[in-house]
């Protein structure tokens, strides 16, 4: 059987820095377009003078995705939402205007209905983005509150996500490559790995392959199906290119598996170059046929099993079987999720949110203080459901605003004064974007940092039009920005602390329904789905994990079973390896149905 992976839970500093500096393939890409498409935000901005222009350019590095029919339905879906949202607050301005009581249960309504919809529904992160635009317009309003003033702030608002909008669907159309090409590059880069795998299995590939085997084929398959929505490639090639996704993960798993197998045969070359070669049609955006199947020796069985796999990694007959096995693992979809309206704690989410909105709101009222406003805000794009998560990124957020802050001020005493005209300026926005946007874009480890350092650095250095010399403003918005991370913190570890410990289970379950499936699956095609479907839900129970380590002491007290979930990750991952392997099948079996009596009562 395979050995568990290496133990990559924890974070540690020097794990972290290979994070930040990891180039994952297409990260640079994916980099260079979110921070084209953010200065061009502040650019349309600065001609139209849009006031308060962060708060686009914020919204566009938030949305932005990979491709480019993501990036043109996300901008159409998120103007037509917002549209309506403006529609409705009309109403709310009639009723709020010059009304500071109604101002204030507008702001707890709306933000308790968002907070709903980011738990409940498939809209986060942008309900998320929605509701940071729509109260920060209130609150503007409230400031304004003459009519023909608080007409122009609500236009003003619709501007904050009609640009985001309008640039996601114009740029994102012809900077972003297609889905097809997003899906055989991940396809490419995973054939790559494990062929350096199979020639240098060192550690640190290893924890390479743990991390891509973790994301499962959830990202390749949410290409795949925005490939099929743009219309331009035949279903022929879509069905090949289906089957390759899934087996791309079932490769990475038995070359993994081969590492740790005792035979002291070495992997044939042939079967490596094999790999690379793969990988480079791939890479070139089109796949391979007629793939050779490498003899190998019986002493090494996943070896074996690898050849067979790759000999069969674009076959298209296997749609319906693919299919079937999906709708086995994911079950029915919709708009809330299956617990949207019986688990309380999507209410509970919210509510814990609102509070942390409306306790920033009246700090920011009592003091009086109008450059805190940054403050509330901030409560919409820190908020998170476990105490676990909130600890453990607390650091990303308070350093991801020190650094944007520390970048904003710094520009704004050293680069300001000598920026003449509006190409300095943007150049100037766009070093500073690109900083931000490739933390962004990393490992979802340090990702949040990312996001943080881009809406300090926002905040500190657009305000007016043009360069700005105050550094007063971004003295007070970068003070908001931590008030507003410390009152979310305190509310959501303070009233109904959630713990992640509570949700480990329910990952292991379906990771265990995912591996019993894979162990009694009668073709590989079956097999493929179910073992990435598996490898995710670890992926999952891990992360919860980790989050649960970081808890308070008093909280790990109740934890009885964390030891043993965690040593259930590693060895369900081995067996999900062993599992595609026929010869290891029957005594995989046997040791799956022995963990899961150990776990699952």
């Not at 900077?175 to 550690?203: G, N, V």
């Not at 308070?398 to 920026?419: D, V």
Request: net charge neutral.
């Amino acid at each position: 059987m395979a050995q568990p992976v290496p133990d990559t839970l924890h974070l540690t500093l020097a794990r972290f820095w290979r994070l930040v500096w990891d180039a994952a393939p297409g990260r640079l890409g994916y980099t260079l377009r979110m921070t084209a498409a953010c200065t061009i935000v502040i650019l349309i901005c600065e001609i139209w003078q849009v006031p308060e222009s962060a708060l686009p350019a914020l919204v566009t590095m938030a949305l932005w995705q990979k491709d480019r029919v993501t990036n043109v339905l996300a901008g159409i879906a998120v103007n037509i939402l917002f549209a309506v949202v403006i529609a409705l607050m009309f109403g709310l301005v009639h009723l709020t205007l010059d009304h500071p009581l109604s101002l204030v249960a507008a702001i707890a309504v709306l933000s308790l209905g968002f907070f709903f919809l980011g738990s409940a529904s498939k809209l986060k992160p942008v309900a998320y983005m929605l509701a940071l635009v729509v109260v920060y317009a209130m609150i503007a309003i409230d400031q304004a509150p003459i009519g023909e003033l608080a007409t122009r702030a609500l236009l003003y608002a619709d501007l904050f996500i009609l640009v985001p909008g309008g640039v996601m669907v114009v740029v994102g159309a012809v900077l972003c490559p297609s889905p097809k090409t997003i899906l055989t590059q991940d396809i490419a880069a995973r054939l790559e790995l494990s062929a350096r795998l199979l020639q240098h299995p060192d550690a640190l590939t290893h924890e390479q392959a743990s991390a891509l085997l973790r994301e499962g084929a959830g990202g390749l398959l949410k290409s795949l199906k925005m490939a099929k929505l743009e219309k331009l490639w035949r279903s022929e090639d879509l069905s090949c290119l289906h089957y390759a996704a899934y087996n791309s993960v079932a490769v990475l798993a038995l070359a993994q598996a081969a590492t740790y197998e005792t035979s002291s045969e070495k992997p044939p070359a042939s079967l490596i170059q094999t790999l690379s070669d793969m990988a480079k049609i791939f890479r070139a955006g089109d796949y391979p046929t007629d793939i050779p199947c490498h003899l190998v020796s019986d002493a090494t069985p996943a070896l074996n099993e690898l050849a067979v796999v790759l000999s069969l990694f674009t076959a298209s007959t296997s749609e319906n079987v693919l299919q079937a096995a999906e709708k086995a693992e994911t079950g029915p979809s919709g708009f809330f999720f299956s617990d949207a309206f019986t688990n309380p704690e999507h209410v509970r989410f919210a509510v814990k949110g609102t509070a942390a909105v409306m306790l920033s709101y009246f700090l920011f009222k009592v003091l009086a203080w109008p450059g805190i406003h940054t403050c509330v805000i901030t409560c919409f794009i820190v908020a998170l459901p476990t105490m676990g998560e909130m600890i453990s990124k607390l650091k990303l957020r308070i350093s991801g605003a020190l650094i944007g802050g520390a970048m904003g001020i710094g520009s704004i005493i050293f680069l300001m004064p000598h920026i003449q005209n509006i190409a300095a300026f943007l150049a100037m926005m766009a070093a500073g974007t690109l900083l931000a946007c490739w933390v962004k874009t990393g490992d979802e480890r340090i990702a949040y940092a990312g996001l943080q350092i881009g809406l300090a650095f926002f905040l500190s250095d657009l305000k007016g039009y043009g360069p700005t010399t105050d550094m007063t403003t971004a003295r007070d918005r970068i003070i908001g920005i931590l008030i507003g991370n410390f009152i979310t913190y305190a509310v959501f570890t303070s009233i109904w602390p959630t713990s992640a410990y509570d949700k480990i289970q329910a990952r292991l379950k379906k990771a265990f329904h995912a591996l019993n499936a894979l162990c009694t699956s009668p073709n590989r095609a079956e097999q493929a789905v179910h073992a990435a479907a598996a490898f995710s839900a670890l992926g999952s129970a891990e992360r919860l994990i980790e989050f649960a380590t970081m808890e308070p002491a008093h909280m790990r007290a109740a934890m009885p079973h964390l030891h043993a979930y965690h040593d259930a990750t590693k060895n369900a991952a081995g067996i999900a390896e062993a599992a595609l392997i026929p010869e290891h099948r029957p005594t995989t079996q046997h040791h799956l149905t022995q963990l899961e009596q150990r776990i699952v009562p």
